[in-house]
């Protein structure tokens, strides 16, 4: 008898994969991301925040940034992520700018908080739901800065995304 | 008479003329962002959605990438960050896991709404305040993707980061 897999669960396969070779070789943390366009995988990967030392090379981002390359477009609206983890709110949001429609994850951000990667607390900290800021944020130079959204709005020619 | 600039100020300039770039060379929207440490510049970046198709590409994550390279190492917990605007929830994550601690911006994002940048709304989604989701969200297959934090919990010459 061949146990046939459900539509998601290869992807999820593939995903975990990333991952369990992401902690093998000291990459990164036990996350793994794959994107999907016409059931076809079009870009995987694994956290790389050891390996590369950028703390924005989450799983999610990586995959986003490999699917735009390969695909030579920042709307990615037609295809589906599948994430071994509830992203981070900064992956949930370039999911978002990269306008993907269809999210599957696996573990959440209290399954993750618990072995202490703390997407929770900032996922507090912007809901307002935390009394502990970590990051002590200034607006100044508002007017200078306008300026350049002034320009913006008068330029004929921009690619608005 | 020279007039002196604040601490800031001269920050914020280098910012703007990074976002003015951008603009002209059509590599990206309005927005700039420079990373300081010990009083120095030690990196700066525009948006460069247009140019790389990357939809992750924003000013601070580019400058975040960029600190972290300069300085081998993932923790930017003695920078400063200095942003045209106030930075998207996607990069307002990425300052948390670059842990810098003190964030210094220009216009606010109801502001970059108005021209067509809409960081608010990914705020109100995260907030639960809009009731216009436009990511559709499913967890399933946890069982095998908590195995990876197992995995993870079990490795005993990991990184914590």
Redesign the interface.
Known sequence: MVLMKNG??KY??IA?EE??SG?DS?EG????AVIVKDGKIIASAHNE??K?????AHAE?LA??RA??K??????SDCTIYS???P?????????????????????NT??A???FDDK???D????VSNNQ?????????E??????E???E?K?????
Not at 52 to 56: H, I, K, R, V
């Open positions: 998601s669960e999820f396969d975990i991952a369990k902690i000291d943390g036990p996350f793994g925040v050891i590369t030392n950028d703390p924005t981002i986003i940034r735009s390359e695909l030579s477009r920042f709307d990615l071994t983890c509830e981070c709110p900064m992956c949930f949001s370039a999911i978002h700018w990269a306008k993907i429609k269809n999210l599957h994850y696996g573990c959440d399954d993750a618990q072995i202490g607390f900032i996922y900290v912007i809901r307002g970590k990051v002590n944020s200034i607006q100044e130079h508002k200078k800065c306008m300026l350049l959204f320009m913006w709005e330029k020619d921009k690619v608005q995304y």
